[in-house]
């Protein structure tokens, strides 16, 4: 059984979400059609768009409970932005060597046909710009750059990898093969024996080097979600995919389209917490939803 839900107030069936491999698209697929038909749509992405990219998301149902390191953690010693670094040395590679699955190739796709206006993304792992799409804003950041906190000068990724094996030759020796590694949308690894792994000062002016993206605990930038509420404003409804909507990061835009009186359809796998602001929901995985939303609005 799906839900689907009607209208912004509270749905008037219960919230149940099985299993999307038990059941098919029933009748939400013809609800988004029609919502979604003839409407320049934006699009705001989480983590649950990436999942067959090999990407795990936060908290869809299945995900390994983890606590990622706060802002205010990463900030608060030497010691604990070693530990940081010791896991993101090993994860990072993990979301460069991902690649774009289905539900990021109908999108790009349906950015060409004029249906969908630009994607917000919650999203470090730019899979939507590798799939094509060109008008992504980043909200999160970019798991690619790093950005030294004092000056700000940015330093590709990959120079740091370097970098970082340089300092730390033979570190990862004694760990499991990759297969046995946990791995986190924000390119964590986990990593216990992370002690005396060395990280360098910025180059520039020795402050501290963080990844250019957005931790827990931590604002998006302003310049970021501005672009991202104007992309909104430009549409004429709101597509969710793959998202829990738990943060207010994301919500903030679902609160916005609704106050425009945008209709928002929310696709997701699992519960979201702007579910009673969505005039059609769906319970489905992204890849499955979107794949099917294209060929039907290719037929409608």
């Known amino acids: 059984m799906r839900t689907l839900r009607t209208g912004y107030g509270r749905p008037e069936v219960p919230d149940q979400f099985p299993d999307p491999d038990a059941a098919d698209l029933g009748t939400g697929l013809p609800a988004a059609v029609d919502l979604l038909r003839g409407r320049r749509t934006a699009v705001l992405t989480g983590a649950g768009i990436s999942t067959d990219s090999g990407i795990p998301d936060y908290r869809g149902p299945g995900a390994a409970p983890r606590t990622p390191m706060t802002y205010q953690d990463f900030l608060s010693s030497p010691a604990r932005r070693s530990h940081y670094w010791a896991r993101n040395q090993y994860g990072w590679r993990h979301l460069a060597e991902a690649r774009?699955?289905?539900?990021?190739?109908?999108?790009?796709?349906?950015?060409?046909?004029?249906?969908?206006?630009?994607?917000?993304?919650?999203?470090?792992?730019?899979?939507?710009?590798?799939?094509?799409?060109?008008?992504?804003?980043?909200?999160?950041?970019?798991?690619?750059?790093?950005?030294?906190?004092?000056?700000?000068?940015?330093?590709?990724?990959?120079?740091?990898?370097?970098?970082?094996?340089?300092?730390?030759?033979?570190?990862?020796?004694?760990?499991?093969?990759?297969?046995?590694?946990?791995f986190a949308p924000d390119a964590d690894a986990v990593i216990t024996e992370t002690a005396g792994f060395r990280v360098p000062d910025c180059p520039v002016c020795d402050g501290i080097l963080k990844p250019d993206v957005v931790f827990f605990g931590e604002n998006a930038p302003r310049h970021r979600v501005l672009r991202a509420l104007r992309m909104v404003d430009a549409a004429e409804a709101l597509l969710v995919v793959g998202s829990s909507l738990t943060v207010n990061s994301g919500r903030r835009f679902v609160r916005h389209a609704v106050r425009a009186g945008r209709p928002v359809l929310i696709a997701n796998h699992g519960r979201t917490r702007a579910d009673g602001s969505a005039r059609v929901k769906i319970d489905a995985r992204a890849g499955e939803f979107l794949t099917a939303l294209e060929a039907a609005l290719g037929a409608a």
Not at 113 to 130: F, S
Not at 174 to 181: C, G, W
């Open 100 to 182: 774009p699955n289905p539900g990021h190739t109908v999108l790009a796709r349906l950015e060409e046909r004029g249906v969908v206006t630009g994607v917000v993304t919650q999203n470090i792992d730019r899979l939507h710009q590798a799939a094509g799409s060109v008008n992504v804003v980043d909200l999160h950041g970019r798991y690619s750059v790093v950005r030294c906190l004092q000056c700000a000068t940015r330093i590709p990724r990959a120079v740091l990898s370097d970098v970082l094996d340089e300092l730390n030759p033979g570190f990862y020796d004694s760990l499991s093969s990759p297969e046995d590694i946990e």
